[in-house]
């Protein structure tokens, strides 16, 4: 279920620019013909995501060049026979393409510039690819340093939760140089089925930041008017049913409804287990709100979201899906 | 453009509980079929929405009994032959079907239990339905009065502004005894393309107000990603497309998107003229500001939302489209 | 402590307005002296503010005569030999000046209006003071009822708590006819150190709610900057005294500080018991948000502390001194 | 007026911590029985604040080398015989207690880590003191770097306009190893009037943010209340009187009224000239914002705040005092 978050009909078959993607299917094709001449790509960051990505990039052909902070994330790929080092800098030394995967912008910073960071020896013309959620004024300043080194950086944070992550249907979406793009896409379309090109550098996480806020937004919305109707005598299916038919109607309403009972399959009826965690939603909140103070946009409804999702996280309910924010919400008045 | 407010897919088809509507086009035929042998009914209350609405039931073949505070309103159907009486009390006299379409909660009081108000003369077993967007513990109150008197009441709001009601697809959402629901259903069917039964009486505002909560909600919610986008360096119609095949998708994103430019044929292209007013936008949300207080519910974006377009109003976006909140938001800084 | 909520240096000796008020002390010395010729007043509402509040009358020399809708409330009183009679209608028959003091808006609309209510018997000239805090709008409703049968209605509500009614030392906040306010101010200055004339019927429920809801703003707001500095590694102590001779100085912050240890003698050092409970807060909240929705008046703050109170009433902190809203904020994040 | 913002009671003789300050008078004497023996400061950033400030230095008789990026805002200096210099670097070669006023968080980075920056040149033991408003997390940032250069850092945000800038009564809010806070004072007391020492580096910036976010709610709670007293028929001068005899009383309302008429002296009666300018409190408040996502804690007035003043700025009140939020909110509803 966590593997549609952030990606509407995945499954049935929506492509968003056909002419740029291929079905994960006949990708595997190509690549396996083609595998022989495969040249290694480096991968750094080994965690939840990144583990099944760097999978799915074997799966079609390519030998990597791994690193994490925690020497343990790479056994299993040493076992298998990839190769493992023990610094970016090292992995800089050894594959011109590099796709780092890592939680926060200190993190990035740190693998790229850090002491023994990328950019220490990275090769002219390497394509680096940070597909980490972070402040896209970090990942301008990062493209910054990386052009200074005669390298290409772009900016591919992801849409979809870790079950995308394994089932290679991430959605990305990518910042940077237009004609690199093509570039970023053969690599990129081995681990998601959409891979969308947005703009400048910065623009990737822009463009995953607005849209997570406004989920937020309107998760939280749709949890409201929810809890608002039954209490004011509705039955849950029934509102959902007439807001899905109405302008009311949103993601959070008709693929994801918060409220138990009302839809299947969905984190609200497994007792809001798996999908999105609220930390990860206070999270992308606060690099909204940070995006939404330098370029002085007004958040209203926005910044009181991330409030409320920082709030859930003091109240127990950081580990469950960000739908949960129904149950923090319908808690009873106990005078 | 305003026709489809409040209603996905009207035009495409799409029919909410289909063994009980029928297309509008059936409906006339079927109407005008049995003309001969129908009886009067009484319409109160004709203004911007009442007037077209009263027409519709004339088109299916209702002769009316109306009656509006301003003599003025009722002029054209005078002229038409239809019956004008002086007071409420007068219609319900003379007419055992009863529709009201009032702006307030106070007009619906006095309409129904004033001096001259439709109780007064009420006949027993009279269906008396409420299609103003009022207060749902009014009308719950409204409704005890009713019964008391022997009669049945219904709130019936709807959903769709001035185009909906000419082209006779509005959106009603009933409360009231189930039994009488069919009853209502034959008028209300001649005025709108989806009648709803959602519970007791007062369901029908609460559904009412929940969905344009939700839809008040959505709307700020894409006008802050939207302009927080544009202000990161997006092309605006790009970051329709991505948050439209994510999970931010919302009506307000994707058929009501409230940048200029964006889309063809809504209020935002044709400078937040027409469609549904921010003043009735503030109503609505003060309507679930109440309602919220009195059944102990939180709304925090929802409280939020009621106060933005309170502000608004108050800066001259009255009488634009609510999705003109983009335009209200993305006013520059000037230092 | 909690006495002096809502009154700033009654104990030091300031008076509102001097020549309209007279220490307790000397009121007691002119009561007595006159105490043979007094006329009995009617009491109505004998709950935790009303029962003492009857007792500074009694304690004054007034003789009472008195209802509560529970009797058990009456028996103490009874006892000690003062009348009590079956409904507000039989006080209103036997005494022309009243004092109610009731929960909520329904309430003070069932004892005036009610079927046994105060207007069934009143007499002409009887000065009805209601001292609920009540919608203002209901207030004005309640004084037209009053005016028709000959009668003067005046709101009164209070600010201070159990304590400050049991000392005497209440602030009355005054609407109605001037003309009438030196009768109500000879009853209500046997209850209250303070009793100021707002002005029209409703000023004086609209002066405790605009006070109540700049409270609970400047109170959460405290909350939020205590809890911010000491996050960022502020002393609270320390932190208090710079807020408190800088700007940000407020009631909240230098004589009700609500985080524990800061000053002693406040709810905040005594596990946040006693003082002004969160439900009540939540309550005037709701009659601020009423006022302002019918009067178009933005309250975006105002709104927001509302929602923050109403969710607290939800998670346990309904019995809790307001200033609890520290505690509810500083709750950490457990990842 | 201007002077006194952020500090209650400089011009009656309040101190806050007697023992370590003196009135201005006093230091006066002090400084120039000793000025024949002072070794010359350096003065980096000579702004609308710096300048006023660096005059008072010269005034205490110390000798400056300053550096402005714009070398006009030397000139004047220069004329007078002070020594200008041409970077920060050489700033610091010269001089071993350097104070810094800069407008931005990156402007601070740039003076001292730059490449032409203080740090490059910076003599053992010398003492560095940042008066700009900045993140606290940059103020520790700077500290760290500076320690590493056998120097020492501290924060020193000042609260007081222009106004006091030139008087000499700002109050500054100083972090840094407590040790040095006496020599700082020295410095700090020939351009305040009250110097309080708050702990480790960053508290300083702390403290300040602290206030400024109480400020902001309180204010625009004043204006809030005060508006919807008004519109619920209070007197504005009698509200306030209620107000600051009661629990609602703050700064905002006792001090600097935002209400125009209710207050001599203050911008609101002045039509909002003068005092602390919208766009410094919106800067703030993003300071704030900043702070509370990194130290995760709630801020929900707080954010609220930050977007009102955020859209204020847009809508023309940029240049007027902070208190015109009472101005921007009372705009009438035109329906």
Chains 1, 2, 3, 4 share one sequence.
Not at 77 to 82: K, L, R
Not at 121 to 150: F, H, N, R, Y
Not at 299 to 310: D, E, K, N, V
Request: glycine share 12%; aromatic share 6%.
């Amino acid at each position: 279920m966590a593997a549609s978050l952030g990606l509407r009909g995945a499954a049935s078959g929506l492509w968003f620019w056909s002419g740029r993607q291929r079905p994960a299917a006949r990708l595997a094709a190509v690549c396996s013909r083609s595998m022989a001449s495969k040249t290694p790509v480096g991968f750094i960051g080994l965690g939840n995501m990144g583990n099944p990505m760097a999978k799915n990039l074997i799966k079609h052909g390519y030998p990597l060049i791994l690193y994490d902070v925690f020497p343990d994330a790479c056994k299993e790929f040493q076992e298998a026979g990839e190769q493992v080092e023990s610094s970016p800098a090292d992995v800089a030394e050894k594959a011109d393409r590099i796709i780092t995967m890592l939680p926060t912008s200190m993190n990035s910073v740190e693998v790229y510039s850090g002491a023994n960071g990328i950019l220490k020896k990275v090769k002219k013309g390497s394509l680096l690819i940070d597909s980490s959620t972070i402040d896209p004024s970090v990942s301008k300043q990062l493209a910054k340093e990386v052009e200074k080194m005669g390298a290409v950086f772009m900016d591919a944070p992801v849409s979809g939760g870790v079950g995308a992550a394994r089932s290679g249907n991430l959605t990305f979406m990518v910042g940077g140089v237009e004609d690199e793009f093509a570039a970023a896409q053969t690599l990129l379309g081995c681990m998601g089925s959409n891979v969308i090109y947005c703009g400048a550098v910065g623009t990737g996480q822009a463009a995953k930041i607005c849209n997570n806020m406004l989920l937020a937004i309107s998760m939280i919305g749709t949890a409201e008017a929810m809890n608002l109707g039954i209490r004011s005598g509705l039955d849950p299916k029934l509102l959902a049913k007439i807001l899905n038919m109405s302008s009311g109607r949103c993601w959070s309403s008709d693929t994801y409804n918060p409220v138990p009972g009302v839809m299947d399959g969905v984190p609200s009826s497994n007792n809001y287990q798996g999908g999105f965690g609220t930390t990860l939603m206070a999270k992308d909140l606060g690099l909204a709100q940070d995006s939404a103070t330098s370029t002085k946009s007004p958040i209203l409804l926005g910044s009181l979201a991330h409030q409320i999702y920082r709030m859930m996280c003091a109240k127990g309910y950081s580990k469950k899906d960000f739908s949960s924010v129904f149950q923090y919400l319908r808690e009873e008045e106990t005078f």
